[in-house]
Structure formats: C-alpha cells, structure tokens
C-alpha cells in the first residue's frame, strides 16, 4: 500500500513553544488513522501543517507523493477537511450549503448534482435538504458539517473530532458514514478525544503529546503494550477502606481504588485473578452484588501513556 | 459562477434591507419633490384688515378705503372694541386701521396726522403695514405739490396703479432642478445604508474564519475566489444605482434625460463607487453582523446629516460643514447643489464638479489601500 501523507520531521514553534517537536509518520492508502493526543498535545496544528494553513520551521509533508504548499491545487482537489467548528453559512440552505462548498472543487453542474445527492445520503439529510441552518439540531448541523467537507468525493479526508456535543444516534450515523467513506477508497485522518470511536473505527492509532509521538500501531498492539492486563471490577456495599491495602497486596495487583460502591482491582499480569478475588471476598465475609473481569481498554492506554493530569 | 450564485443567495435572503432603504428613498424623495414645489411658486397673499373711520367721507377717505380693498381683505365687522380685539386675538384679522377725526383736513394742512392701528404682528400684518405706508407716503409726496383733494387721490392712483415688471433672465428651470438635487442628495442616503449594510453582511458571512478556511484549503484559487466576490459586490452597487437613476428616470424624465441630468446620473455613478470602496473597507474591518447594522445606519445617517442630504448645507453651521469635508458625501452633494444653480453647462462652471468627482475617486483609492492592508493584515498566517 502507498503512503498517502508522509511528514517527516516536522517542527512548528510558536515563539520559543514548540508546539510540535520533529515528528515523523505515514498514512496508508485506504486506511483510517486515529490521531489522538491530550488537549494541547500538537494534533490541530499537525493537521493545519498538513493542509498549509500553518507555516512550518522545519521538516517537509508529502501528500500523494507531492510536497505540499499553499498553491497545490491539484493536491488540495484531492482533500476534504471536516473541522471541530461547524463552518457553514447561515444564509444558506442545507442543499446550497453543500452546493457552495462542492462547487469550489467540482465545477461540473450534473456532477456536482449527483454528487450532493449522495453526499446528502451519506449523512442522512435528503429530508432536511430546505432547511436553513439555524431549524437544524446540533448532531444534523454536524452532519452537514461533514457533507460540506466530503461532497466533492476527496481521496483524503481530514475530521478533526466531528462528533463533538452530538447524540448517540447522530454519532452512530456519522461514525457510519464514515466507514462508508473508507469502503469507497478514501484515506481518513480522524481526531478525536472518544476512546471508543477509535476502536470500532481506526486501523491504526498515533498517540501525541507535548508535539511528539507516544505511541503507534492499532488499538490491539497498543493495548498490549499497557502495563494493565486485566480489570476487575466488583460491586460491593459499604466495603471497610482498611481492605484496601490487603487487595492491593494480592498477587498481580497493579492498583485498588473503592469509589461510589465500586471496588476497582487492575492487574499487571496473571491468569485466574478473577477467581483469586472471589475467593479472597468469600474468605473475607464481604458480601457483592455483581463481579466482571476487562481487557483494558484504549481509554487506560491514553491515560497510563499520558497522565491522568488535567490538561488546558 | 458558485461565489457570484452564492452572493445572490446571501444577498436575496437579506433582501428586505434593500426594499426598505428603497421605499424610504421614494417616499421622503417624493415628499421632498412635493414639498420644493410648494416653497418655489410665490404668490403674494392679501393681509385681512379692517377700517375704523372717525373722519368724514372725504375724498383722501374714499380713494385710501378703495386702494386698500384692492390690495387687501377688508372685512366688515362691528366696530366694537372687544369685538375687534377678539378678531385679532384669534388671527381673523391682521390689521386694524383707526382713521382718526378731522384727518384729511389735518393732511391737507400737511400736519401729517398719525394712523392708530392694531396688528397681530404676524408677516400677515407687516404686509398690510407695508400697503398702508406706500399709499400714505406717495399721499405725503403729492400733498407738497398738488392742494385739490379730489385731484391728489387721482395722482396717488395713478401711480400706485403701475406694477414694476421683473423679467427673469436666467433660462434654468430652478423649480425642476431643486427636486433633482433633492432626490439624488437624498439617494445617498438609501445608497450608502443599502451597500454599507448589505456588502458589509456579505463580506462577513464569507470572512468568517472558519468560512475562510474551507475556502483556503480548497481547490478554488483565493485570488479568483476574491476577484469574483468583489464583482459581485460592484454588481451588486451597479445594480442598486441602476435601480435609483430608474426611479429618477420615471419621476424626474425630462429634466433627466437633459445634459444636466446625464452629469447628475455620472455624479451618482462616481459616488456609487467610492461607496462601494468603502462598504469594503467596513466589511473587512468588522466581524460583528450585530455590530454592522449599527455601523451602516451610523455611516449612512451622519454622513448625510453632516453632508446636507436632509438638510440643505447653506443652513448648516460652519464647523458641521468642516467637519463633512472629511467624507465623500459632502463632494457628491456639493455637486449637485453646484449642478442644481448652474446658470450655463461650461468647462469653467463644471470645474467646481470635477474638482470633487477628483475627490470621491481619491477617496477610492484610498479605501480600496485602507481594505487591502486589512485583509493582509488579517491573511497572515502563524
């Protein structure tokens, strides 16, 4: 498979911050990459670099084996960006929304026809198509948002965290959506700070923090490399704090924590944990209601690489 | 094609600004006509008055009485001093004249009796003081030379009886040129909140950062994508003068299709553009849509009371006047009211014109550098 982006070494400062630090990586044809990064972490400005809405100091980005610049139409042509904001013009209907948008890459007025048709099919909004923007709720101005970004059927599409503030079914129809997009042949570039999105969505993950890459590679091979193996979770009334230390001192233990009746017991490593905190809860007299054992989850991959510290 | 449809899009959804400032122009640039019409024909109006007279029937009496009844009302009322009183207080006459006792005798001895009267002190009353005084002097006059009664009253007569004739030179049809002036001063009006507000709005939907940014990483070159957008905005100027000299077309056709009103339309033409300018300026500079139709109205309103587009300039105080230099308005109208008493179209009437067509275009240019430092400035990128 052929690289879509290459970027190599790229730095962005701002004044003496180095918003992002020599960083290096490759997007496949065809796949869906998950950028993902704390807030501040260097993402927005990774893509802005990529797209040339940001001057970089150094290092150089290949888009379809070409150096992209300012003036790379042709490249640009290929490219559909969805951004976090919803950037559409109010005056507008949700069809002429689509129309304007479509029309400064596809000229053609039958294709651009047909291909706001399918856009506005994609995201669901063939009923909405005479609406004006302000009669939309939040998850179908998002999904509007989207149809602006891909009508004109890039081979690169770029969504930085489109499913912000949007309900379960918007979400579930835009996260489709894109898949769709994918199964036709595009390249996805997804941002997001949903955990789970990533891992029903993206082939492979890139973790940045602080402008540097954390971690690489799809979400199993990413999991693997969390020190926590194994989460057990136990439901438990009024269970004396004074037991915390000796479940800590079990065997594999990695961590305890007790909070609104939750007992919490991550593991590094070990086989039978689940049966070993049964038996040690019997052993005890403390009564449970429910006990369940997880893998770990993308989300204790984030947060073991990145801190559990509030970012801005 | 897509920028210049969506311009129209954008600008149809607003539409109703541009309907109002239009009907606005054509119902104060009518009323205003109207009213020109009124204040430019003069027709002298007879003062209502009434004679007291305490002197005998004589002669001077009856030849004084017929040539104020020629000149004036005179009303036939009770000689009755409240009576009299109460017609002056509620204005149902203007004048009162006491003809005293013994006068004629005592004017023909040239003692030069006094009249007593009663005025409601209005134009009305000055008017009838005026007629009173002529026949009484021109009366005072005779008396020296001629010593008969009845032949003095014939001489007076005569005289009083000769109008001085004026005969107008000039050519210009001050009437009709007036209420030329008076439209186009006011069409600035219409036109500055109409291109101020509309391409401000315009401007601002597609300046929104966000916008801005979908447009950049496009496939559409920038530059083209602006060169179309300011078409459509001097489009959009051209459309709205079109519409204006239309509407004068109709209201004011003979008048315009004349040499005079041809500079006129070109006036307004050299003005729409500058405008145009200067709506660019503002829509660069502002973000705010909510802040925008204040500024518009700001713009559009003080320019025009400043400038004399509701107000005739010559009544203006003088630091207001100073203060209009600085804005393009104040040219626009200068030339039309310069266009508006022009006596002959030459190349050295028309100068004052040019001088300031030379202006608004200055203005121009400076708006149009003023915009593109604003939009560099805004452009740049980390």
Known sequence: MENVIEVRNLVKKYKEIIAVDNLSFSVREGEILGLLGPNGSGKSTTINCILSLLKFQGGNIKIFGKEMTPNSYELKSKIGVVFQDVSIFDELTVYENIDYFCGLYVKNKETRKKYIEDALKLVGLEDFQKFYPKKLSGGLLRRLNIACGIAHKPKLIFLDEPTVAVDPQSRNNILDGIKQLRDMGATVVYTTHYMEEVEILCDRVIILDKGKIIAEGTTDELKQRASIEEKVTVEVNNLDVRELPKIKDLMNVLEVSYEDNLLLVTYKDGKNNLVNMITYLKSKGIDYQKIYSERPTLNDVFLELTGKELRD | ?382
Request: aromatic share 10%; with cysteine.
């Open chain 2, 1 to 382: 094609m897509t920028v210049f449809k969506t311009f129209w899009k954008i600008l149809n959804k607003n539409k109703l600004t541009v309907i109002i400032y239009t009907v606005i122009l054509l119902v104060f640039g009518i009323s205003n006509m109207k009213t020109s019409e009124k204040s430019m024909n003069f027709q002298a109006e007879k003062p209502d008055i009434a004679i007291v007279n305490y002197d005998e029937e004589t002669e001077l009496v009856k030849g004084f009485v017929q040539y104020l009844n020629k000149n004036c009302n005179v009303k036939e009322i009770e000689n009755n001093e409240e009576t009299l009183n109460d017609a002056i207080f509620y204005r149902d006459l203007n004048y009162v004249i006491y003809i005293p006792e013994n006068y004629t005798e005592e004017f023909m001895t040239g003692k030069k009796p006094e009249l007593e009267v009663k005025s409601t002190g209005d134009y009305q009353a000055s008017y009838a003081k005026m007629i009173v005084t002529r026949y009484i002097q021109m009366a005072n006059i005779y008396q020296k030379k001629i010593s008969d009664e009845s032949e003095l009253v014939a001489q007076v007569n005569e005289v009083l009886k000769n109008e001085a004739k004026i005969e107008m030179t000039s050519k210009l049809d001050s009437n009709a040129m007036q209420k030329v002036t008076l439209y186009y001063n006011f069409a600035s009006y219409s036109l500055i909140a109409c291109l101020v507000f509309m391409i401000g709005l315009i401007l601002n939907s597609f300046n929104q950062e966000k916008i801005k940014k979908r447009i950049i990483i496009s496939s559409e070159n920038c530059k083209r994508h602006n060169r179309a957008l300011l078409l459509s905005n001097c489009c959009y100027s051209l459309i709205m003068w079109a519409l204006y000299v239309i509407v004068s077309l109709i209201l004011l056709k003979d008048i315009m299709l004349t040499t005079r009103g041809l500079i006129y339309i070109a006036n307004s033409l050299v003005f729409t553009l500058c405008i145009t300018t200067l709506s660019f300026l503002i829509g660069n500079l502002v973000n705010n849509k909510e802040a925008l139709s204040g500024i518009s109205n700001v713009v559009s309103l003080g320019s025009s009371f400043l400038c004399g587009a509701f107000v005739p300039v010559r009544w203006l105080p003088d630091f207001v006047i100073k203060i209009a230099h600085v804005l393009p308005t104040y040219y626009y109208i200068n030339s039309n009211e310069t266009l508006g008493t022009m006596e002959k179209i030459t190349k050295e009437t028309m100068q004052p014109i040019i001088t300031n067509t030379i202006i608004m275009i200055a203005f121009s240019i400076i708006f149009i550098i003023l915009s593109n430092i604003v939009v560099k400035t805004k452009r740049k990128i980390g």
